[in-house]
Structures are given as structure tokens and as C-alpha cells.
């Protein structure tokens, strides 16, 4: 069967240092892969995006990695802050219509 | 640009009644996508609306339907409701078909049923 697995512990980070989240998925042969962040109650928001002929993205202090070879995205987020606090969601496209299928999400605390 | 905008923000309904959901997606996207997301888990795709027709469907009952007007806005319908489908009902629109796009999420429908 199809499974979208994210770390189901809650990542608990100190301040400055670099969080690192794992999305792992079979049976799929994702088009694409994305990552998005939500606060509690909100909709997710949009963070990057990674074709699969892509091995990494970078934006400002986030850096996502793809490897197709081990079905497995990283997302990296580098000097956290107590504002980056929030549950990270992947979720994979396997088609040009963009239907994004999600994993369940890691939540994030960032301690000062 | 208001972004993706959502109403009601909160809506509670009994066992065995009807709901009606609505979306407005972001200005110049043409392409609206609905999710359901149950609380602790990924948004579940339900389907998604482009030129006013349903194009791709996720694995939900006949009892949630949908249309999209000439406007891109969509309604998100739901009859005989039960307990299961208490959840946040998530639109989310995307320009260009939705091809190779990410997409924009509005904040939500957070829906409770007795």
C-alpha cells in the first residue's frame, strides 16, 4: 500500500541550532514533493518545492533534499528560531494536476 | 490580495444534516482543490475543480459534492453527515490548471457534528 511517513515525535530544538525533519513514502513515484508549514487552526503555507530531478532546494534558512533512490525527502531548518515553532507537513504530487497527498507532519518546538 | 478566503470559520451540525462549505480562491488562480484533515493527521484530498468541472476525486463517498462557479469560487456540499466527518475542511486554489504548482491554502472550515 501507498504510505507517507514523517517522524510522528515531536522534534524539540534549542535555539540557533539545525532541525532536521524526515519524509519517507512508498509505492509512489512522486512528480514532485513539497513541504508546508502550519500553526495550530490555520491552513498550511507553502515552503518549497523539489522536482524529481532535483536534489536540493534551498530558501533563506531552509534547505530540502530528494533522493528518488532511497524514497526520501530531508527538510532542514538551519539557526531555528522560537518562531519556526509549528508542525511541517510533506506532501508528494504523482500527477501534472497538482493533487498533494500529505503525510501526517512532525511538530516542531524551538526553545530560547 | 485577500488570499484564499473561507466561510464559515466555525460550523456545528447535528447527525444526519446537510452542510455547505464555501471558497473563494486567490485572485487569478483558476483552480480550486478541497481536503479534509481530521485532527493529528495530513489533509486528505477530497477533489478539485477546474473550468467549473471535477477533474480528479479522492477516495470520499458520493455524499460530498462539489461545484465551482464562473467566478473560480467553489462550494464544498456534504449530506447525511456523521460523526467521522467532524474535521477542518481545507480549500486550496492554484493558477494555470494546478499544473506543477504549489498551492495556496485558505485558513479553514472547522467543522463539528453532534
Known amino acids: 500500500s501507498q504510505k507517507i511517513e514523517q517522524n510522528s515525535e515531536a522534534l524539540n530544538i534549542q535555539e540557533g541550532k539545525t532541525a532536521t525533519l524526515t519524509c519517507n513514502y512508498t509505492n509512489y513515484s512522486p512528480a514532485y514533493l513539497q513541504w508546508y508549514r502550519q500553526d495550530p487552526g490555520r491552513g498550511p503555507v507553502f515552503l518549497l518545492l523539489i522536482r524529481e530531478n532535483e536534489k536540493e532546494k534551498r530558501k533563506e534558512r531552509l534547505k530540502v533534499t530528494f533522493d528518488t533512490t532511497l524514497k526520501q525527502s530531508l527538510f532542514h531548518i538551519t539557526a531555528s528560531q522560537p518562531a519556526d515553532s509549528a508542525t511541517y507537513l510533506c506532501?508528494?504530487?504523482?500527477?501534472?494536476?497538482?493533487?498533494?497527498?500529505f503525510g501526517a507532519g512532525t511538530q516542531v518546538v524551538v526553545t530560547p | 490580495d485577500a488570499g484564499v478566503t473561507q466561510s464559515p470559520t466555525h460550523l456545528i451540525k447535528t447527525r444526519g444534516q446537510q452542510v455547505t462549505l464555501r471558497c473563494s480562491p486567490k485572485s487569478g488562480h483558476d483552480t480550486v482543490s478541497w481536503y479534509q484533515q481530521a485532527l493529528g493527521q495530513g489533509p486528505q484530498f477530497i477533489f478539485q475543480y477546474y473550468e467549473e468541472e471535477e477533474r480528479q476525486r479522492g477516495n470520499f463517498p458520493d455524499r460530498f459534492s462539489g461545484h465551482q462557479f464562473p467566478n473560480y469560487s467553489s462550494e464544498l456540499n456534504v449530506n447525511a453527515l456523521w460523526l467521522g466527518d467532524s474535521a477542518l475542511y481545507l480549500c486550496?486554489?492554484?493558477?494555470?490548471?494546478?499544473?506543477?504548482?504549489?498551492?495556496?491554502f485558505g485558513p479553514g472550515t472547522r467543522l463539528t457534528v453532534l
Open positions: 506532501a508528494l504530487t504523482t500527477d501534472s494536476w497538482g493533487k498533494l497527498q
Open positions: 486550496a486554489s492554484s493558477p494555470h490548471g494546478g499544473t506543477y504548482n504549489e498551492q495556496f
